[in-house]
């Protein structure tokens, strides 16, 4: 597995979910077919685990440190392993970096800690970025999610990180095409990229004012869609090809992002007979018409057909 220190990803970085049994525990054979089917994908550039969409939130480090172990099994021969590192606490996220790194990790995705915002407390939040540089030679990303973890990046911030020498990636989940455009204006050694949401509607500037693609979660389920999104433009070929693709798309990237990541992504895979397994509590599984409509879609798309998806009774979903 690649370690290269100059890895900068670009194109598209699904990231992956984790099943459970009816127990709550890891069912790691499906996990393992779900990481060998995203992994089969052509023009990946990376996969992530431990991330929001793998739960992080409700696993232990044993069992993030497990995840990755799996993954490294099953795809760390062909394609690099991105995981995330999500903790409040400064010495808890250097420590599962340095593991991370230990069990084969090619890259890492940091999380900004939850407890403070960086208008008040700016300079202990750049202080936490630069504390998980130092511990580890791996290429480091960031991921702005404000809507998730409440802490918010401003532009200013960003490239202040990004003069550590370790951070080359940065994952933009905020509404504010502004703050994707001052990162790009002023040419930092990273690559840029956002989320899929449509609601926060960043995709489209992101890519026309070249952006480098997209880390999400609509791949699990349209993954050579998600590749065109996600294709860098060089010229009126990619343009017109992200277009066609996101136009089309539009309505499956709207459910997916209809619940908390990763519900209804979930709930829509464990109905097309896909390995998604259990949500953990306090996340529930989208049922009745909320998961129907999702399942419509797939089959309007013609993604059943397109990828064999099974559709299973929706009733079996919710139970």
């Given at each position: ?104 990790a090619s890259a ?9 915002t960086l208008g ?51 994952k933009e989940s ?146």
């Open positions: 597995m690649s370690r290269d220190p100059h890895f900068v990803p670009q194109g598209v970085i699904p990231a992956v979910l984790l099943p459970f049994h009816e127990d709550l525990s890891i069912d790691e054979p499906s996990f393992r077919a779900h990481v060998r089917d995203v992994g089969a994908v052509q023009g990946l550039s990376a996969i992530t685990v431990n991330a929001h969409s793998t739960e992080v939130a409700s696993c232990t480090e044993d069992e993030q440190r497990r995840v990755m172990e799996i993954a490294g099994e099953e795809v760390g021969g062909t394609l690099p392993i991105i995981h995330g590192v999500y903790a409040d606490g400064s010495l808890q996220a250097a420590r599962i970096a340095r593991q991370a790194q230990l069990g084969g890492l995705l940091v999380f900004p800690p939850a407890p403070f008040q407390s700016t300079e202990m939040a750049l202080a936490h970025f630069k504390t998980i540089g130092d511990a580890t030679d791996l290429p480091l990303g960031i991921y702005n999610n404000p809507p998730r973890v409440k802490s918010d990046l401003h532009w200013d911030h960003l490239l202040r990180i990004f003069k550590h020498p370790n951070y080359v990636v940065h905020t509404a504010r095409v502004g703050q994707v455009a001052q990162v790009l204006a002023a040419k930092p050694k990273v690559s840029v990229m956002c989320c899929d949401s449509p609601n926060l509607g960043l995709v489209v500037p992101t890519m026309s004012l070249g952006g480098h693609g997209t880390a999400n979660m609509t791949g699990n389920i349209a993954p050579t869609e998600l590749a065109i999104i996600s294709t860098p433009w060089t010229g009126y070929a990619e343009a017109e090809n992200f277009k066609t693709t996101y136009l089309k798309l539009l309505p499956l990237l709207h459910f997916t992002y209809s619940a908390i990541n990763p519900v209804a992504v979930k709930s829509l895979m464990k109905a097309l007979s896909l390995p998604a397994g259990d949500l953990r509590k306090p996340l529930t599984n989208l049922d009745g018409e909320a998961l129907a409509k999702g399942v419509r879609i797939v089959q309007e798309l013609g993604l059943d057909k397109q990828y064999g998806y099974k559709v299973g009774p929706i009733s079996a979903v919710a139970a």
